[in-house]
């Protein structure tokens, strides 16, 4: 409760997540105020925004509406951050816990991976999983949370190196726990409040790797993503700007929704700030 209370003592926070639960908003009521395929021509290509009451924020090169796409868009860019953020931080807390609970050659071993996938920035290593396995919304999806792995993991090897030691797990040992028992039930539950923090990080950041594959249209050209809208604006960007503008601000927005909702948990879980 104190948490919550501390969350809502910040107005970054609390505007974080008045946009955030916007954008969720836009994901879940997208069937319902478009019905219709947000990829399906509807009317003149190149509609300014309220040039036409029909269309609100005007309509694509192909004559798409732009606000249904937008709407859509926002169900994409939540599942893929979402999902990706979830294979990242597991993947990353079952490397950081092993590499940091039992140190040694395991921890040696461990690092050594996870810093050959730090080694190739993680745009790069996502084109080359991009190349190989499809560009399928799975695919995309699976490699978003692939390359963003390295960051959780070290977070969490961190926690568990400074945990280890502690009064409560000796304890654990000296009442014969098990190591699979240390780490699920005493270590890991306070190793995790960081952990969760840094996902808003890998989330904004896994919006913004999806939207630049499909910048590039290597990410699923058969999905409303907003992405998918610029890349698609980018050939009338001299004259018809809106097209990128506008979903180029809903990336935007949702970015710094996460962004500052992490911020917020940041400074309501963080204990050295309970006094502040």
Request: hydrophobic share 55%; no cysteine.
């Amino acid at each position: 409760m104190d948490a919550v209370k501390r969350y809502f003592r910040s107005p970054a926070a609390v505007l974080g997540l008045v946009l955030l639960l916007i954008v969720i908003g836009m994901a879940l009521s997208a069937g319902y105020f478009y019905p219709r395929d947000p990829l399906a021509l509807a009317g003149r290509p190149l509609i300014w925004p309220f040039a036409n009451p029909r269309f609100l924020l005007g309509t694509d090169n192909s004559g798409r509406d732009i606000a249904a796409q937008i709407f859509y868009g926002a169900r994409i860019s939540l599942l893929i951050g979402g999902v990706a953020t979830l294979i990242a931080v597991a993947i990353g807390v079952l490397v950081g816990a092993l590499a940091g609970y039992y140190g040694g050659w395991v921890d040696n071993i461990l690092m050594r991976i996870t810093e050959a996938f730090q080694t190739l920035p993680n745009f790069v290593l996502l084109l080359v999983l991009v190349a190989v396995f499809g560009s399928t919304l799975t695919t995309v999806t699976i490699a978003v949370g692939i390359v963003s792995w390295p960051a959780p993991a070290r977070l969490t090897r961190a926690e568990f190196l400074s945990l280890r030691s502690r009064e409560f797990v000796q304890a654990g040992r000296t009442l014969g726990m098990r190591d699979n028992q240390l780490i699920l039930r005493e270590i890991l539950p306070n190793a995790l409040p960081p952990v969760i923090v840094y996902a808003g990080v890998v989330m904004a950041v896994a919006i913004l790797l999806e939207s630049a594959l499909a910048f590039l249209r290597l990410s699923d050209a058969n999905v409303a993503s907003w992405g998918n809208l610029i890349g698609l604006g980018r050939d009338v960007l001299r004259v018809q700007w809106y097209v990128s503008a506008i979903p180029g601000v809903a990336i935007l927005i949702t970015v710094l929704a996460v962004s500052l909702v992490g911020q917020g948990l940041n400074d309501a879980l963080n204990p050295r700030l309970k006094q502040r």
